[in-house]
């Protein structure tokens, strides 16, 4: 079982930055790939980006040249710098990591971009 845990979810201004953080129970340098979902209000869940144990990273139309998608696995954790940040943007983010067969969410932290 391994837990993940996100912070650095806020409130913000359109036009600003800011960096969330996934931080993993087991090591994530075993996991197959480790990404970042967002769910808005009203709206189904997407991918937002991912980035496999080799380092190769994948992102949503929508946020590519905007968000970065990052690990240290020394740390166990995965990142997400998002910049130049939309309304549109605002939703609950979750992490997500897979080891072998398993899948494991973290709880959410909340994103809200003002105008």
């Known amino acids: 079982q391994v837990q993940l845990v996100e912070s650095g979810g806020g409130l913000v201004q359109a036009g600003g930055s800011l960096r969330l953080s996934c931080a993993a129970s087991?090591?994530?340098?075993?996991?197959?790939?480790m990404g970042w979902h967002r769910q808005a209000p009203g709206k189904r869940r997407e991918l937002v980006a991912a980035?496999?144990?080799?380092?190769?990273?994948m992102y949503g139309d929508s946020v590519k040249g905007r968000f970065t998608i990052s690990r240290d696995n020394a740390k166990n954790t995965v990142y997400l710098q998002m910049n130049s940040l939309k309304r549109e943007d605002t939703a609950v983010y979750y992490c997500n990591g897979f080891w072998g067969s398993y899948s494991y969410w973290g709880q959410g932290t909340q994103v809200t971009v003002s105008s």
């Open positions: 980035i496999t144990s080799g380092g190769s990273t």
């Open positions: 087991g090591s994530i340098a075993t996991s197959n790939a």
